[in-house]
Antibody
Framework: EVQLVESGGGLVQPGRSLKLSCAASGFTFSNYGMAWVCQAPTKGLEWVASISTGGGNTYYRDSVKGRFTISRDNAKNTLYLQMDSLRSEDTATYYCARHGGTVFDYWGQGVMVTVSS | DIQMTQSPSFLSASVGDRVTINCKAS??????LDWYQQKHGEAPKLLIYNTNNLQTGIPSRFSGSGSGTDYTLTISSLQPEDVATYFC????????FGGGTKLELK
């Protein structure tokens, strides 16, 4: 069974950093691209970033480019999102998702990030 | 960037009703359109991928259609467990979600 479990969320002040993790199991992690998708409170979903199977290719939405870094450790079956220079508008639930091709075929339960002073 | 306009944003229907939800892309997305269901407090679940392909385990009352810029999700006979918010997603160029449709029982 495919499982994606996010961790690392919490309350952080504007301008500070936070690193999210996503532990994957139930599939060969290194064979799949991965992504982060966020959902602000009472809002819709927004794609944040994606990474290729080996980590050599990364893609970001414009609003996080230069502030967020997606990475992966295939030996540890773990996906990461380093979030720097956080803003109040980054407040959201962050989901880890597996790319089945270009489709998000499996999702984690999400982790909440609150940016507030 | 491709924009996705989803309608309606809210829908109330009765058990057994046929329900349709629409998404319109700002440009041709060549059928690279998926539909997701999100129940309250849960992660989104993939229902249909590439316009009309039913994900494994999804009931056959769900179907998708469309081409070019216009796409539709249809629930042929609404069931109580279908109460959820539904999102479309284009993946023709990067990834953009529609704004969502909250489906409730009348």
């Amino acid at each position: 069974e495919v499982q994606l479990v996010e961790s690392g969320g919490g309350l952080v002040q504007p301008g500070r950093s936070l690193k999210l993790s996503c532990a994957a199991s139930g599939f060969t992690f290194s064979n799949y691209g991965m992504a982060w998708v966020c959902q602000a409170p009472t809002k819709g979903l927004e794609w944040v970033a994606s990474i290729s199977t080996g980590g050599g290719n990364t893609y970001y939405r414009d609003s996080v480019k230069g502030r967020f870094t997606i990475s992966r450790d295939n030996a540890k079956n773990t996906l990461y999102l380093q979030m720097d220079s956080l803003r109040s508008e980054d407040t959201a639930t962050y989901y880890c998702a597996r790319h089945g091709g270009t489709v998000f075929d499996y999702w984690g339960q999400g982790v909440m990030v609150t940016v507030s002073s | 960037d491709i924009q996705m306009t989803q309608s309606p944003s809210f829908l109330s229907a009765s058990v057994g009703d046929r329900v349709t939800i629409n998404c319109k892309a700002s440009q041709n997305i060549n059928k690279y359109l998926d539909w997701y269901q999100q129940k309250h407090g849960e992660a989104p679940k993939l229902l249909i991928y590439n316009t009309n392909n039913l994900q494994t385990g999804i009931p056959s009352r769900f179907s998708g259609s469309g081409s070019g810029t216009d796409y539709t999700l249809t629930i042929s006979s609404l069931q109580p467990e279908d109460v959820a918010t539904y999102f479309c997603l284009q993946h023709s160029s990067r990834w953009t979600f529609g704004g969502g449709t909250k489906l409730e029982l009348k």
